[in-house]
């Protein structure tokens, strides 16, 4: 059974930084892409971010381009979110996902697994 755990969320005000972490349990390391999602109170949850199983592509959502970075260690079952320049509109649970399919960042029904959350706050 595959598991996801993210870590890292918490409070800052806005311009600051924020590093997720998700392990991965329960299947090789390089056997999925990895994602990042993000769900805002009152919306829909949103894909962020999204890296394939080598790291040699990844996928962003225009929102976070050139703001967020996506990476995974594969030899430690770990995807990391380096979350710069937050903003409030940044403010979401974030999660952690993984799926066998390649087609981009996708709707949340295209990924298999997913983790419990971190919660991002970001004030201004």
């Known amino acids: 059974q595959v598991r996801l755990v993210e870590s890292g969320g918490g409070s800052v005000q806005a311009g600051g930084s924020l590093r997720l972490s998700c392990i991965a349990s329960g299947y090789t390391g390089s056997a999925y892409y990895m994602g990042w999602f993000r769900q805002a109170p009152g919306k829909e949850r949103e894909g962020v971010a999204k890296?394939?199983?080598?790291?040699?592509?990844?996928t962003y959502a225009d929102s976070v381009k050139g703001r967020f970075t996506i990476s995974r260690d594969n030899a430690k079952n770990t995807l990391y979110l380096q979350m710069n320049s937050l903003k409030p509109e940044d403010t979401a649970m974030y999660y952690c996902?993984?799926?066998?399919?390649?087609?981009?960042?996708?709707?949340?029904?295209?990924?298999?697994?997913w983790g419990q959350g971190t919660r991002v706050t970001v004030s201004s």
């Open positions: 996902a993984a799926t066998s399919r390649n087609t981009g960042l996708g709707t949340p029904t295209d990924w298999n697994y």
């Open positions: 890296i394939s199983p080598r790291s040699i592509s990844t």
